[in-house]
């Protein structure tokens, strides 16, 4: 990156204090605050849009997953003693009701008090908990963490792993045998391979590298990588493709700007983390084209990002709040990688438009969805899938990446 094209020191220091005050004080001081469940353990499954907690309600892997990653990352690079004891929270819950004792691997979802309700093995909710062990480990050097991050990564590889076409079977039921409906949603097409799916092992496999370099490990991770340069990324369009049948042929039109967007940095995560120097170039190619056909064809006037262009060619323009949170990320990145000042300006836009319109000032946290004319939808705050991870793990990201780019500044 050329000096000439970053930002002055204030703009810079402006935007971070900025992001650590909405991560300290309303995303983590929300989960802190609204969502452990003192009677039960863990962490409540639902919050409704009037703030109300319902510790009655099932809780999802995923989410109770995602609050681990987060408390744990947060602790790791802020030290604050309340993040560790929110993440050992998350731990004990996580390590005592979700771990199947007898078939390993981690269930879909358990009632309240920890009785199993649906136990499938979907790769997704198994890659989350590799994802959210590795970093307790990280950030705590816990061995029992990494042992069984571990464990999951090679139930995967025995049950799920596609050695003939490629990645990996979905999902399985508790036993690791194969299902027929592989959907993580009633939204998702009827398709047994998924870029969803893969991404998020991506993720878990390059965190689990960083703690554990294992030979065996690093091949797979690189397979990923491959995998989405070769069929998932989509060169002519800067889109990544949604789904696939089992030889890796596209089945979907779709285009979700928050997955390219989120992909375009986690590709060079992982890149970078596995050390493929001579892959890299290629990796960062498919990046930038990724960010670039966002800033071009996802971002909204208001800067923030537009949700979707479904099966049927229809703009969806609600702005749901992970993709916002993503766009802060991968606009950054994009700047880092490039130099390009508008994705600097873009990573700034977005983040305006999440001070104005995502955010809770009220009742804390982000809204999940909102409308194009700015109004809120009256959604839950918490629920399977609204969790602290996305906009929590964005300002993590932003804040690191900030102060890279003041070192910079401040060497010119």
Known sequence: MSTETIPDVRRLRALQAEVHEELTENILKFWATRTPDPVLGGFVGRVGPDGRPHPEAPRGAILNARILW?????????????????????????????????????????????????????????????????????????????ALARAIYGLIEAHCADRVHGGYVEACDRAWRPLEDVRLSAKDAPEPRSMNTHLHVLEAYTNLYRVWPD??????????????????????????????????????????????IETSWLLLEAVDVLGQATLRPRVQQASLHLARATLAEGRAPDGSLYYEIDEQGRLDTDRHWWPQAEALVGFLNAYQESGEVAFYEAAEGVWRYIRKRQRDT???????????????????????????????????????????????????
């Open 215 to 260: 030979a065996e490990l690093a091949v797979r991770l690189q397979a990923l990588i491959e995998l989405f340069l070769r069929a998932i990324y989509h060169p002519a369009t800067g889109h990544l493709i949604l789904f696939f049948d089992e030889r890796w042929r596209p089945r979907s039109r779709a285009v979700s700007f928050g997955h390219d």
């Open 70 to 146: 987060t408390f744990a990352a947060a602790y790791r690079q802020l030290g604050t003693p309340l993040y560790r004891e929110m993440a050992e929270h998350a731990y004990r819950y996580f390590v005592r009701h979700f771990v199947d004792a007898d078939h390993g691997g981690v269930y879909w979802l358990v009632a309240a008090d920890g009785r199993p309700l649906d136990t499938r093995k979907h790769v997704y909710a198994q890659s989350f908990a590799i994802y959210a062990l590795s970093e307790w480990h990280r950030a705590t050097g816990d061995e029992a963490a990494l």
């Open 362 to 412: 009220q009742g804390g946290e982000w809204f999940a969805r909102v409308r194009d004319d700015g109004t809120p939808y009256p959604d839950d705050k918490v629920d399977f899938w609204k969790g602290p991870y996305h906009n929590g793990r964005a300002c993590l990201e932003a804040i690191q990446r900030l102060r890279h780019l003041l070192e910079h500044a401040r060497s010119r």
